[in-house]
Each structure stands twice: as structure tokens, then as C-alpha cells.
């Protein structure tokens, strides 16, 4: 049972929880998601090393939480679904964001889609010097991107079965992977250096050792060489008797020396050492694995508001939508300069407004948006809205209703840039309608025409 404490403390230890003792009772806290799903206990947990103890659980051989402890260390835990229950007004999280200026919610409906990410866990076990320390990494993953954060402070439910998209979670598993090979870059090195600096004093001590050896070769051949002159010259100077004798000690020092001057013992010796140094280098390897021990899908509602307002005789429908999660909208965005709406109002067009780019017609002195003001008179520059801006088809332009006048010939509208005045009736008229009249002034050609008139009927009464 020690045996199963011991392991039980250090287990959560390594998961960075917070351990403390109780007497015979093991405390746990701050324990991640992944072993809460994978156990289906929600920390804290009071764990108690003898069966039957009150307000704890048990741990002990075959149980439970035991065996828990043990799949997530074997990576066999399984896929979960889980999902984060949100319950949202939609007119109320509208109303935090957005001021209503000239206008108030008319209809609200919502609807949703659901929206996924995915959590990893992986467990990093570093193996040295028959030590074994182990680095839990939890990995989210949403959009394609690595976030922050926890499941903390959510409501989470266990999900339903729902359809999850196989290729998106490999593809998140490959983002998270690299990520927890970053989180344990800074344990591997720590560990690395200090192993490095065990081996490069071995491998020193190592080499001094051998190098000693072969300066002991070295040695052992030339006090050879010394004692086989002395040979030598005795056997010069030895009597018949004693020559035989001399020669075989001779030629026993001669076989000898060829064979500690071989390369092969040198060889030999290098050989030994570099074996010795490639074993201390084993020894003193580190060796790192991973495993994934949890895959969690989690899914939550992202909402759809069907969002209608109303101000005055103008409505306009827009679609929002809200994701809980991130606290954020998308959509709202004023459809005269594309900002981010804070202060809505709806234009005499009937868009939706930030309320900055909305500015007064010069004509009927209504507001409208610069989606809606995109003309102005070509003669004075007054910004005029489409129902007011009048089309001049002598020159094609925009002219606001100042300056418009009808031709008083053709009945037509026309600019005033395009009309002159007549000097007798004052009217006026394009150019094209202007004549000669009997004293030689211009005059349009219904003052012409009127002069002809008069001229006839001035006849017919002479006559």
C-alpha cells in the first residue's frame, strides 16, 4: 500500500496539482480537465489509502481511481465530447453593446450553429539515470490556432452524439503536437545541460585513464630496447657455454618486442576507450517520449439574431451573430463607412448607421447615411439624397431643386448652367431656343413666335 501512496502523490504532483496531506489522507486540487473527464470525478478529491474511509476515495489495487491513474499515464484514455452550456438573452447582450439613437428593436429571433474546438493532453516522460520525470501539457485548439485559457468557470455537460469533423481534429491534433513539444523545450534543455556536463567530466576522466595505458606501452618498449643492449653485450663478451642461453633470452626479448610494438595493441586500447565512452554516453542519455492521453471534442452554440429596428415610417433587418465563448459580434457594422457599430441609428434610407456618417440632406433636410448622399449639386455642392437629386439631361448632371428651372419653350427640366434668361419675358431656355426678334435682341423663340403673332394680326385688322 506505501507503494501505491507513494505513486498516488507523485502522479499528481507531476500533473502541477496541489498536493498536501491530511493524516492518512491525500488532498488534491487544481486537477486538469483531461483527468477529470477521464476519471469522471470533479476535483478536489480526499484520497484514502484504506478501504471505507468516510467523505473520500479509495484508492487502492483494481480501483477506479486507480486504475484512472494508470490509462492516463498509458495514453489509453479515451475521446470525450463535451459541451459547454450557455444560456443567452440576445435582446439583453445587444442592449450591452449597442445604444439605440433614432430607433428601438422592432424583432428579435434567434437561432444557433455549433461551433468546435478541441483540447489535448499530452504527458512528456523524461527518462535519465533511471529516473523518470514526467510533464503534463493540456493543448486547446480553436480555428486553427492554439489558445489560452480553461474549461474554468463554464458550465460543461457531457455532449450528444453529434456528427464531429474527423479531418479538423487531426489537423488540430498537429497544431496542438507542436505546441507541447514547445512547452517541454525548456525541461529537455535543463535536463540536457546538466547531462552534458556529467558526461564531458566522464568522458575526461575516461580519456586520462586509457592515455595513461598507452603511455605505459610506450614506456614498457624502450626499457625493452635498454635491457636487450645489455644482452646484447654480454652475449659479445659470454663464453661458449654461456652464448646459448643469452641468445634464447635474446630472441625471447626480440618476439616480445614485436609484439608490443604491433599497432594492433594500440589499436586495441583506442577501441576499449572509445566503447567505455560510447556506454558512459548511453548512461547518461536522455530519453524522451510523448503521448497523447486525452482527445477532447468540445463544442458550443454560436447564435444567430435575426435583428429587425424600427424608427419612425423606416425598418431594417439585419443578421448578427454572437459567439459566447469569445464575447464578440460579427455583422454589426454600420452599412454607410463599415465601422463597428456602438451607437445605432437608422438613416431615412433605411440603413443601419454608426450615427457618424449620417448627415443632413440640402434639399429635404432629412438623414441619411453617405451610402445614401453619394450626389451633390453641381452648382451650389449641397449634398442631396436620390429622391431629391435632379438629373439635368441637357449636360447629364446632378443638380439639386434651386437649381432647376423649366425651359419655358420645351416645359423640360434643366439646370440653371444650361438655361439662359430671356430678356422679354424672363423665362428661360436652352440656348437652341433663342431667336432674333425685330429689334435685333435675342429673345426665346416664344417671344419670337408671339412677336410673329401680333405682326400677322396687325395685318388682318388693317385690312
Not at 23 to 52: C, M, Q, W
Not at 125 to 140: A, D, I, K, M, W
Not at 146 to 160: C, I, M, N, P, S
Not at 294 to 320: A, M, R
Request: aromatic share 8%.
Amino acid at each position: 500500500m506505501n507503494q501505491i501512496k507513494k505513486f498516488s502523490e507523485e502522479f499528481f504532483r507531476n500533473l502541477k496539482c496541489g498536493v498536501v496531506w491530511d493524516r492518512d489522507v491525500l488532498i488534491v486540487k487544481n486537477v486538469p480537465r483531461s483527468f477529470e473527464d477521464l476519471s469522471g470525478k470533479t476535483a478536489p478529491y480526499r484520497l484514502s489509502f484504506v478501504f471505507g474511509e468516510d467523505d473520500s476515495i479509495f484508492v487502492g489495487k483494481g480501483s477506479p481511481m486507480l486504475v484512472a491513474m494508470m490509462k492516463f499515464l498509458e495514453g489509453a484514455g479515451k475521446t470525450t465530447l463535451l459541451k459547454i452550456d450557455f444560456e443567452v438573452n440576445p435582446e439583453v447582450e445587444i442592449r450591452k453593446r449597442i445604444n439605440f439613437k433614432n430607433c428601438e428593436i422592432g424583432e428579435l429571433e434567434k437561432s444557433y450553429r455549433n461551433n468546435f474546438f478541441s483540447r489535448f493532453s499530452f504527458v512528456t516522460s523524461f527518462g535519465y539515470l533511471n529516473e523518470c520525470e514526467r510533464v503534463v501539457s493540456e493543448v486547446y485548439v480553436h480555428d486553427g490556432k492554439v489558445v489560452e485559457g480553461d474549461l474554468d468557470g463554464y458550465r460543461v455537460v457531457e455532449g450528444a452524439r453529434l456528427t464531429v469533423d474527423g479531418d479538423s481534429v487531426k489537423k488540430d491534433y498537429g497544431i496542438a503536437k507542436e505546441r507541447a513539444v514547445e512547452l517541454t523545450t525548456k525541461k529537455q534543455r535543463e535536463i540536457g545541460d546538466i547531462l552534458k556536463g556529467r558526461v564531458d567530466a566522464e568522458v575526461a576522466r575516461i580519456r586520462g585513464h586509457y592515455d595513461r595505458q598507452l603511455g605505459e606501452v610506450g614506456g614498457d618498449l624502450n626499457g625493452r630496447l635498454e635491457r636487450m643492449k645489455r644482452l646484447e653485450l654480454e652475449l659479445r663478451s659470454a663464453g661458449d657455454g654461456e652464448r646459448g642461453g643469452l641468445r634464447e633470452r635474446l630472441d625471447r626479448m626480440r618476439a616480445g618486442l614485436v609484439k608490443a610494438g604491433e599497432d594492433e595493441v594500440r589499436g586495441r586500447i583506442l577501441r576499449e576507450m572509445e566503447t567505455t565512452i560510447q556506454d558512459v554516453r548511453q548512461k547518461f542519455s536522455l530519453n524522451v517520449s510523448r503521448k497523447l492521453v486525452n482527445t477532447t471534442v468540445i463544442y458550443y452554440p454560436v447564435y444567430l439574431f435575426q435583428l429587425c429596428v424600427k424608427g419612425g415610417d423606416v425598418k431594417s433587418c439585419i443578421e448578427v451573430s454572437y459567439d459566447p465563448l469569445t464575447k464578440s459580434f460579427d455583422g454589426l457594422n454600420c452599412e454607410g463607412c463599415g465601422a463597428e457599430i456602438v451607437n445605432l441609428s437608422l438613416c431615412a434610407g433605411g440603413h443601419v448607421t454608426c450615427g457618424e456618417c449620417l448627415d443632413v440632406c440640402g434639399e429635404c433636410g432629412k438623414r441619411f447615411c453617405v451610402k445614401c448622399l453619394g450626389r451633390s449639386c453641381e452648382s451650389c455642392g449641397r449634398k442631396v439624397c436620390a429622391d431629391c437629386a435632379v438629373l439635368c439631361l441637357g449636360c447629364e448632371r446632378y443638380f439639386c431643386g434651386a437649381h432647376v428651372r423649366s425651359d419655358c419653350v420645351s416645359g423640360e427640366d434643366r439646370c440653371v448652367l444650361c438655361l439662359r434668361a430671356c430678356l422679354r419675358c424672363h423665362g428661360m431656355a436652352e440656348e437652341k431656343f433663342f431667336g432674333e426678334a425685330r429689334d435685333g435682341s435675342k429673345v426665346c423663340l416664344k417671344c419670337v413666335g408671339e412677336e410673329k403673332r401680333g405682326k400677322v394680326m396687325e395685318r388682318v385688322f388693317r385690312q
